[in-house]
T-cell receptor, first 111, second 111 residues
Framework: GENVEQHPSTLSVQEGDSAVIKCTYS??????FPWYKQELGKRPQLIID?????GEKKDQRIAVTLNKTAKHFSLHITETQPEDSAVYFC??????????FGRGTSLIVHP | SQTIHQWPATLVQPVGSPLSLECTVE??????LYWYRQAAGRGLQLLFY??????ISSEVPQNLSASRPQDRQFILSSKKLLLSDSGFYLC??????????FGPGTRLTVL
């Protein structure tokens, strides 16, 4: 089946700094790469996604980059704010109905 | 627009008792439905998914079962709860294999 590794498991930054979370995968058939944000006690919510025919996508302070050759994709958050503090999950989807999630990164933004 | 509901929101049950968690989706038809468990606030473990009424696929063998008696209803059950069943249970739906819209979740504590 598909496998995805997510790093780091915890990331602590100062407000205003950038944060980068990386996921690597093994299945070359993977073609959709979403990122979810889960605030404490809440449901995961999609914040940005990218498909295999695109190398980069940006939405205000967040961006996702995809390197299909190296089989990794990353979430970039610039000018971090305390409200960015949450657990972030990457996921991959290939040809099955079963999305595979990373183990999550706990991002802490210190004011 | 589509809405996903889960109930109850919180549940405290003794070891050995039965369990029934319900998930319903409004505003769409024939959705793919998923049950996830999240322990200790991290990691989404896919338990079951369904692509149609009466069609259930299990990802992790355990004392839980799922049923889909109606198109937009997904039920997670157990005959006898274990301590290890405690966690945050999330239902999700999608129209395509790469969509995951999560419900508000049920926090289950087994004592």
């Amino acid at each position: 089946g598909e496998n995805v590794e997510q790093h780091p498991s915890t990331l602590s930054v100062q407000e205003g700094d950038s944060a980068v979370i990386k996921c690597t995968y093994s299945d070359s058939a993977s073609n959709y790469f979403p990122w979810y944000k889960q605030e404490l006690g809440k449901r995961p919510q999609l914040i940005i996604d990218i498909r295999s025919n695109v190398g980069e996508k940006k939405d205000q302070r967040i961006a996702v980059t995809l390197n299909k050759t190296a089989k990794h994709f990353s979430l970039h958050i610039t000018e971090t704010q305390p409200e960015d503090s949450a657990v972030y999950f990457c996921a991959i989807t290939g040809g099955s109905y079963i999305p595979t999630f990373g183990r999550g990164t706990s991002l802490i933004v210190h004011p | 627009s589509q809405t996903i509901h889960q109930w109850p929101a919180t549940l405290v049950q003794p070891v050995g008792s039965p369990l029934s968690l319900e998930c319903t989706v409004e505003g769409t038809s024939n959705p793919n439905l998923y049950w996830y468990r999240q322990a200790a606030g991290r990691g989404l473990q896919l338990l079951f998914y369904s692509v149609g009424i009466g069609q259930i696929s299990s990802e992790v063998p355990q004392n839980l079962s799922a049923s889909r008696p109606q198109d937009r209803q997904f039920i997670l059950s157990s005959k006898k709860l274990l301590l290890s069943d405690s966690g945050f249970y999330l239902c999700a739906w999608g129209r395509r294999v790469d969509e995951q819209f999560f419900g508000p979740g049920t926090r289950l504590t087994v004592l």
